[in-house]
């Protein structure tokens, strides 16, 4: 009798071993480039190079995220671009007049906007905002004032040339027993493309709960004189 054919087990890689996939590999590379890049930017400084190590940070923070689902087409969602509007109010038992003037020359909001390192008024009559970037970067634009009703409305807008574009206005509605209603609106528009990156990563963190929290932070100076933090620190208020 012939011996029965013997069936060949399927070729097995050894310990289970898998090849590297191209998805693999291109999220190797993206890691790589990210890290090279933001290296460069950082040790290039100027706003060149922030603008560098913000593409790089972009690009290894989004190849770092774990993909969920199949409907991520591109590598590099994170560089689309993301317009933002946010809108927030607060009631604050202080007159119109002292809210205004804290308004007013935008100079004292990052006191209580934790996503607003400084603003310095210019020679021009504009002022120049810096805002918190990725990764120990900065956004910047100028900005002039477009409406200023004292005591009832601010309004602004960047100027060409900025990094980012964003306009907005603040108005002051005195309610019944003498305080402020004050409502807020933000907006940002970044430029498209990978020029864009870092600023999309700094708006992703900019949402309407944050808005609101940095409101109740005025509030609570304005009332107070105290601006509440991870541990509470006195400031002084103009009479």
């Given amino acids: 009798m012939t011996d029965p054919v013997r069936r060949r087990s399927p070729t097995r890689n050894p310990a289970g071993r898998q090849g590297t996939s191209p998805q693999q590999l291109m999220k190797g590379a993206a890691l790589l480039g ?13 706003l060149l190079g922030s603008l560098l190590a913000g593409i790089g940070s972009a690009i290894f923070l989004d190849a770092a995220k774990p993909k969920v689902g199949a409907s991520q087409k591109t590598p590099f969602p994170g560089l689309q671009r993301r317009n933002v509007h946010l809108e927030s109010s607060v009631n604050i038992d202080r007159p ?51 409406e200023d009703v004292p005591n009832r409305r601010l309004a602004w807008r960047s100027l060409h040339g900025s990094d ?39 708006l992703s963190g900019i949402e309407n709960s944050v808005l609101t929290q940095n409101l109740r932070h005025l509030k609570a100076y304005m009332e107070t004189g105290e601006v509440p933090t991870n541990r509470t620190q006195k400031v002084r208020r103009k009479p």
């Fill in 96 to 146: 119109p007049e002292d809210v205004y003037e804290f308004w007013h020359g935008f100079v004292r909001l990052p006191e209580v906007m934790s996503f607003i390192d400084d603003i310095k008024a210019t020679d021009t009559g504009h002022t120049h905002w810096v805002a918190k970037g990725p990764l120990g970067t900065s956004v910047e634009w100028f900005a002039e004032v477009t």
């Fill in 164 to 202: 980012i574009s964003t306009w907005g206005d603040v108005s002051f509605r005195p309610d019944e027993v003498g305080g402020t209603n004050l409502f807020v609106n933000l907006n940002f528009e970044p430029p498209g493309g990978a020029a864009g990156s870092a600023i999309n990563h700094f």
């Fill in 34 to 46: 990210g890290t090279l890049a933001a290296l460069v930017g950082w040790r290039r400084g100027g």
